[in-house]
């Protein structure tokens, strides 16, 4: 989803990763190609299946999500190889922390810092459904991979667990700390967002939204973060953008472009 809203922005996006050659999966690959993202690096596996995706949630609020069967498990070492001379010719790095193994994060993301190239980080599943329940690597991989990152875009949920603070200010003074994280963005579709970097730190209100969707929303704030800072724009600038985009893509139309957020 991020991706295809960068596209419509009018970014020049490629996707690296492996798609399931089912049903699902030739479809998903036509609604990428049809979003005019770049596939030539994603590599399609005829006999895998495409992941089903459950949230589990009990009394107490506790989420548990379960990701199966998990292709992107599969992307490994030879595979990032073979894409790296891709990899180095993009102008910015974006990285979904999920189900790709962490290591293989890890490998992508010191190729193209090599080069200079930017690399914005999206956290948006709590640590613990990384490591136990997804399996994708050690709290230790996710924290040297986490120092990679020159934007860390990440959710309450997510900020809370790692700084172990439940106040959004104190998220980000941590998670900077510890991480040298230069620009974080902290994102909560009920609370708004918070903001911090070495020249200034602010929270943003949310839009308001009609029956919105929480993951639709999510998903419009971190296109609005990632297109801000290719653009180059100032953080309160690129963070409004991101607010809007979040409300506009997690309304019951969903229909979101440069235009008609700004």
């Known amino acids: 989803t991020l991706l295809t809203i960068l596209s419509r922005f009018g970014l020049k996006v490629g996707y690296v990763g492996k798609v399931a050659g089912d049903d699902f999966g030739v479809r998903l690959t036509k609604s990428l190609m049809n979003a005019r993202i770049d596939l030539s690096r994603c590599q ?21 999500r379960v990701i199966f ?8 070492e030879a595979y990032l190889i073979a894409c790296s001379q891709y990899l180095n010719a993009c ?30 980080m999206k956290l948006s599943l709590p640590v613990r459904d990384i490591v136990e329940t997804l399996q994708a690597g050690s709290v230790r991989e996710l924290e040297e991979l986490l120092a990679f990152a020159d934007v860390l875009m990440i959710t309450l949920e997510s900020a809370a667990e790692l700084s172990d603070q439940i106040e959004p200010e104190k998220m980000a003074a941590a998670i900077r700390e510890k991480y040298l994280v230069p620009v974080i ?27 919105a969707t929480p993951r639709a929303s999510a998903d419009g704030f971190y296109a609005g973060i990632t297109y801000g800072m290719r653009r180059g724009w100032p953080l309160r600038e690129t963070a409004r ?22």
């Open 44 to 64: 399609i596996l005829p006999l895998a299946q495409s992941p089903w995706s459950w949230t589990l949630r009990d009394d107490s609020g506790q989420t548990l």
């Open 241 to 262: 953008f991101a607010q809007a985009c979040g409300a506009l893509h997690g309304s019951p139309d969903g229909l979101i472009s440069e235009a008609n957020v700004m």
């Open 185 to 211: 963005g902290i994102f909560d579709e009920v609370q708004g967002s918070f903001f911090e970097s070495d020249e200034e730190r602010f929270a943003l209100p949310p839009f308001p939204m009609a029956a």
């Open 91 to 120: 102008r910015l790095f974006v990285v979904e922390i999920c189900g790709i193994p962490l290591a293989s994060c890890i490998m992508a993301t010191e190729f193209v810092k090599a080069n200079g190239i930017p690399v914005v």
């Open 69 to 76: 069967p998990n292709i992107l498990s599969q992307i490994d």
